[in-house]
């Protein structure tokens, strides 16, 4: 399987627990897949070094890494330690991708607080996004129970050749990333009731059954059963959070990075909105990784 064959995996300021990294080698253990684990340290200021004193991230986690990168080592994982010194994280990212090609990117989804959402301010996985070409999976204490779940969000209302080609490989990503979990994957998609859609002279159908049959002809080739694909009425920034609650999900999966621009401020962004109402981990695919 050579998805998901490459981690790379952030180790973030100001995070005691290291989950990003605990779960980075339980993938890795399923995959025989190779670790590289980033910790980036800010640089000192001029005061700083004019002191000889220099600054430090507001936790020391070099040791408990260094026990977990042995322990990895130990079960026979592939990884690597590496310390950047850059103005922050996000600058580390992304010159640690320009350096190497990575297949993921697994992160910790840092929760944030309700007082800060003000109009202009941005989420740290919004930089995340933004500055990496990869998929991103964002991590937190929800543990991956055997036999569980893997969500995956379908868009199907868009006909192109591009969006379809992205439903495929979110369909085949998340396949994969199931196995590796030893989950089920089930694919669902939402919609808003508007009116029955009919076909010249045959009985008008409704959205549900529209939307179903859309499902159905694209996950044709994957041979899923009927009873892994949902369809549900409302707004998908509140459907995939509930879905995701009902079925006890390990992850969601959901695309992101598919529209560039305007046309992105014109869709929205899905991801922005169920983000911070997810209780499970979020696989976030960017289309630019996709071959």
Not at 39 to 50: C, L, M, N, Q
Not at 114 to 133: C, I, K, P, T
Not at 229 to 250: F, M, R, S, T, W
């Amino acid at each position: 399987m050579h998805n998901f064959s490459n981690i790379l995996t952030l180790v973030q300021p100001r995070t005691q627990d290291l989950i990003s990294l605990k779960k980075s080698i339980l993938l890795a253990k399923s995959n025989q897949a190779t670790i590289t684990v980033l910790s980036t340290k800010k640089k000192p200021s001029v005061f700083h070094k004019w002191l000889h004193r220099p600054e430090t991230n507001e936790y020391d986690n070099e040791e408990k890494i260094n026990k977990l990168v042995s322990f990895a080592q130990n079960i026979g994982v592939s990884i690597s330690y590496k310390i950047r010194e850059e103005a922050d994280q996000f600058v580390g990212l992304q010159k640690q991708l320009e350096e190497s090609k990575y297949d993921l990117v697994v992160a910790k989804h840092q929760k944030e607080e309700e007082a800060q959402h003000r109009l202009f301010d941005r989420a740290e996985y919004s930089h995340l996004l933004d500055v990496s070409d990869t998929s991103i999976l964002f991590v937190g204490e929800h543990p991956w129970l055997n036999n569980g779940n893997i969500l995956a969000a379908i868009e199907t209302e868009e006909n192109t050749l591009t969006h379809k080609t992205f439903n495929d490989e979110i369909i085949e990503k998340s396949n994969d990333f199931a196995k590796l979990l030893m989950s089920d994957i089930h694919l669902f998609n939402c919609y808003l009731e508007s009116c029955s859609v009919s076909f010249q002279n045959e009985t008008p159908i409704t959205e549900f059954q529209n939307h179903l049959n859309k499902l159905t002809s694209l996950v044709k080739p994957y041979h899923l059963k009927e009873k892994f694909l949902h369809v549900e009425e409302g707004l998908a920034d509140d459907i995939i959070p509930y879905q995701a609650n009902k079925y006890n999900a390990n992850v969601v999966v959901m695309g992101c990075g598919e529209h560039k621009g305007w046309l992105s401020r014109i869709k929205g962004h899905t991801i922005d909105y169920v983000f911070e109402k997810l209780e499970c981990d979020l696989l976030a695919l960017k289309q630019s990784s996709l071959h």
